[in-house]
Structures are given as structure tokens and as C-alpha cells.
């Protein structure tokens, strides 16, 4: 009995040590009586969180003094979302929308950019930068496989003697030991499509000496899907490092229904020890270039002004013809053209099959004429199917990208989308599940330290939401519309979004690994 009076008074003194050191403490802003989830994929918990500076300097049931008090009564609070696959360089580059609001507005808080191979090798001078342009959200930046070989070999269908692939390997190095978080393919795109997988797994060994994660968008991503997953594992999977596939789908009619069987292939790796993860987005249509959906990869090469000489030369033409011709009209009905240059307005919103009714063509003379004047134009492809990506979208090892830069409601709802429709109304994902997927699942695969979570000591990336009043308001039609529901996004600890509105604040930082 004295034992157990003497254990019931420390516990009682313990309590009343932290009661009181809860009320000597005081933080910048207390966010109090919201649902809070971690980021680890577990159930909430009710407890109040304190920021102090760039910090989250408090976590408990206490309500400890603060300058400013936000009552999260009824709402969600969440890390701010990391998006692991965007092409926003391009809006901060703009240097009218460094805000990045289209992500903001969502609850995203990190982007990374670079990927699909097109990242630079030169990461400090993209630094210098953007610090000077000032960012609305924190950026990290990939390798590109793009300019490296294009730096080296140019634009042609040639292979790298081992000179050129040892010129290629330092500037790989380069962007590592400049803080670049791995190495990014985009094997569709040109000059990448060019090299063979040992190019590719030489310059990944070079980047895996610091701790790279190869991130992909593999050779096919339709009918030839499974030996693509079989290349990237041939890549990388003896290397113990982290392999990622960027925008996970299954395009083509034809391939509809085929997820499963890549599911199987990754989860049969996985099983063996391969960390293999993925990212996708919760759309039917994907988004590149015209010319690189349609077109073939010989004519491609040399790039746009080789390849606009190939689309005027006779016998050039007659076999890029015969290479579209594969495609029936069902298939061009599928491919809507996209862009915001006002010249290029009048193809804007269109099918390649609808241009050809109302100029009274084929549909390859149709995309011929496309080419030839708007060689760099976009198009929206309606090539997959919803039971594919529920499939995707079910796996453990998946998370939330957005792939968003372009004129696609992708980059505007992405995040949005997930906790409206597949939390909230289809019940695919717990919110728990979707908020991990887009938090710490992401910051834990590309090794991005303090951030992804709520804990002492992190970054205070924070967001605050009613999930009921979370709405995608972008679409196909009206893609340039921002997403809604976001009462409070903090990026390192300032007050991106207020009460539903953006600040202005260009508080981001740049990360290097």
C-alpha cells in the first residue's frame, strides 16, 4: 500500500510539473480543439498545437498562452501536403504566379519539381533564383536525365561512348552535391527516349552514391507497361535505393483492366526487398505535348525544327502518315488540344476528330496541320479507366501527384479531388490513409527531414479544414479554377491561406537533400 501511495504521488506531481511548465510556455499561434492527424496513417487524436517562429514548438492538451488563438472546433488539421511531381518551375519562373496558388489553395505546402527527366543539373544557381523570385510553397528539385544528355549528346538518336557518359556521370554528381533529391527520367521524351537502360543505370549508380531516389515516367505506360516496370527494377533494384514511378496509370482502351497485373509485379519486388513506390492522380486524361502523344520517336529527333523539315519533306511525311494512321477516330476523339498562347486559342478545348469535321479532313491530316502550326501545343488525353486508378489508388505503396503545371484540373484539384470524391463520397481512402499518402508517406520516401508530420521540432507546414467544405472546382471545360476549403495553410509557420484567402506571403523555402 505505501508502495502504490508513493507511485500515485509522483504520478500526481508529474502532472502538475507539466501543468504547470503547459502555462509558463508560449507560442506565436495555438491552434486548439481540432482533429489532428499526424501524417503516419494512424486515426487522429484531439490535442492542441503550438507554433512558435518557423516551428511546431508544442503539441499537448494544455492550452498554453499564444499571441494569437485559432479555434479548429469541428475541423481537420493536417501537415501541409507534399506534392511529389509537378512541373511548377514554370509558374515561379513566371514570376506572376510565384504564389502557387493553384497548390496552396489545396493544402499543399512542398512541391517538387524536375521530374520526367527535365530537372536541371545546376541546382544552386535554381536556388539563387528562387529566392530571389520568392515562393509561396518550399521546392526540391530532381537531376534530369533530360539535360544532362542533351548537354552532351544534343538531340540525336545516338549512344554515349564512355567519355561522354563519364562527362554525363559529373553532371549528374554535380546536381546531387548541389542538393538535388535524386534522379528523374522521362523515357517518352526526347532525348531521353533515345538511351538504353544501361545509360540509365550508370548515371542512376552515380546518383545513388548520395542517397538518390530514381524517379520515373516510364518508356510505356500502355502496352508495353510491364516491361517498363521490369526496366526500372533492372535499374535500380540491386541498389538497395529507393525507386519511384511518377503517374502510375494504365493507358489505352485496350489496356483497361490490366492494373492488377502491374499491382502483382510490384508487390511480388517488394516482397523481395525492392523499395519500390509510385505516385499517381485521380484523373481519366493525362497531359503532355501533342508531338510527343502522336508522333514518332524518329521523327522527333534532331528537335521541334528537324522535325517541322521532316513534316514538309515528302517521303518524311508519307511515313509519319503512316505511324498516325494507327491511331482509329475514337482514339483522336480522345486527344483535346490545349493551350493558353492566344494564337492557339482557336484549337483550344478541341478534339483532334472534331477539328477534322469542321475542316472536313482525316484525322491524321488534321493532326498534320496541327503540327505544322502549333508544334508546341498540348493536348489532354481521355486514355484510362476509373476502375485502373481506384486499383492504383488502393495500394499502400502509392501516394498523391499531381503532375500539375499545365492546363489540366490536375494542377488545380488534385489533393482536393482525393478528399472530396474518394474520401468523402466513394469511400475508396480513409481520411487518415489519403492524408498519409500526401504527408509523411511522401516525406519518408524522398527523405525529406522535418516535414511531413506534425511533431515537435518540424517545420509548421500545417493546414486546417472542414472536409465537408472541401471542393475540386476545376474542370476539362474550366480548368483555371482554384479549389476551395481550406480555412488555414501555414508554410514554415506563416499564414499562407487566412480564413480561405491567400496572404500574398512568399514564405517558402528552398530544399536541398
Known amino acids: 500500500m505505501i508502495k502504490k501511495g508513493i507511485y500515485l504521488i509522483a504520478v500526481l506531481l508529474v502532472g502538475l510539473t507539466s501543468a504547470v511548465f503547459a502555462q509558463k510556455q508560449k507560442v506565436d499561434i495555438l491552434i486548439k480543439n481540432a482533429c489532428v492527424f499526424i501524417g503516419d496513417g494512424k486515426d487522429s487524436v484531439f490535442t492542441n498545437v503550438g507554433i512558435t517562429a518557423q516551428r511546431i514548438s508544442y503539441i499537448g492538451k494544455a492550452v498554453v498562452p499564444a499571441k494569437e488563438v485559432i479555434d479548429g472546433t469541428g475541423k481537420y488539421l493536417a501537415p501541409g501536403f507534399i506534392d511529389p511531381h509537378t512541373h511548377a518551375d514554370r509558374w515561379i519562373e513566371d514570376r506572376n504566379r510565384q504564389e502557387m496558388l493553384a497548390w496552396l489553395y489545396q493544402g499543399v505546402t512542398t512541391v517538387f519539381a524536375g521530374n520526367d527527366g527535365f530537372g536541371p543539373y545546376q541546382i544552386s544557381e535554381k536556388q539563387k533564383l528562387y529566392e530571389e523570385i520568392g515562393m509561396g510553397t518550399n521546392f526540391a528539385f530532381f537531376v534530369g536525365f533530360g539535360p544532362v544528355r542533351d548537354n552532351i549528346l544534343g538531340k540525336m538518336n545516338v549512344q554515349p561512348t564512355s567519355a561522354q557518359l563519364n562527362e554525363m556521370k559529373l553532371l549528374v554528381e554535380n546536381g546531387m552535391k548541389e542538393g538535388a533529391l535524386g534522379f528523374s527520367t522521362g523515357l517518352i521524351y526526347l532525348p531521353q527516349m533515345y ?20 524517379d520515373t515516367h516510364m518508356r510505356s505506360e500502355g502496352n508495353k507497361i510491364l516491361e ?188 482536393t479531388k482525393i478528399i472530396e470524391e474518394y474520401v468523402q463520397e466513394k469511400k475508396v481512402l480513409s481520411m487518415s490513409w489519403a492524408i ?67 496572404t500574398g506571403k512568399l514564405v517558402g523555402q528552398f530544399i536541398k537533400k
Open 195 to 214: 538511351s538504353k537502360s544501361k545509360e540509365i543505370k550508370e548515371l542512376y549508380n552515380t546518383a545513388a552514391k548520395y542517397g538518390a531516389v530514381y
Open 228 to 415: 517498363s516496370v521490369d526496366e526500372v527494377l533492372n535499374i535500380g533494384a540491386k541498389t538497395g535505393l529507393p525507386l519511384h514511378i511518377s503517374h502510375l496509370k494504365i493507358t489505352g482502351e485496350n489496356n483497361w483492366g490490366e492494373a492488377q497485373k502491374v499491382v502483382d509485379k510490384i508487390n511480388e519486388a517488394r516482397a523481395n526487398g525492392v523499395n519500390l513506390t509510385a505516385n499517381q492522380y485521380p484523373f481519366i486524361a493525362s497531359m503532355t505535348s501533342f508531338k510527343a502523344t502522336i508522333m514518332p520517336a524518329w521523327a522527333q529527333e534532331g528537335g521541334n525544327e528537324r522535325t517541322l523539315k521532316r513534316l514538309n519533306n515528302p517521303e518524311d511525311l508519307e511515313r509519319i502518315k503512316a505511324s498516325l494512321a494507327k491511331r482509329n477516330d475514337e482514339g483522336y476523339q480522345r486527344i483535346v488540344l490545349m493551350s493558353n498562347i492566344s494564337r492557339l486559342k482557336k484549337y483550344t478545348g478541341k478534339s483532334v476528330y472534331q477539328i477534322a469535321q469542321e475542316t472536313n479532313q482525316t484525322c491524321v491530316d488534321a493532326a498534320i496541320e496541327i503540327l505544322k502550326t502549333a508544334i508546341t501545343i498540348s493536348s489532354v488525353n481521355f486514355g484510362m479507366s476509373e476502375e485502373d486508378i481506384v486499383t492504383f489508388m488502393k495500394q499502400p505503396w502509392v501516394m498523391t501527384g499531381s503532375d500539375g503545371g499545365g492546363l489540366h484540373p490536375r494542377t488545380y484539384s488534385t489533393f
Open 436 to 502: 498519409h499518402r500526401a504527408t509523411g508517406l511522401t516525406a519518408t520516401t524522398f527523405n525529406i527531414k522535418d516535414r511531413g508530420f506534425i511533431k515537435e521540432g518540424y517545420f509548421a507546414d500545417l493546414i486546417v479544414f472542414d472536409p465537408n467544405n472541401v471542393k475540386a472546382r476545376s474542370t476539362f471545360e474550366k480548368p483555371e479554377q482554384y479549389a476551395q476549403g481550406m480555412d488555414y495553410v501555414f508554410v514554415n509557420g506563416e499564414k499562407a491561406i487566412d480564413k480561405g484567402k491567400s
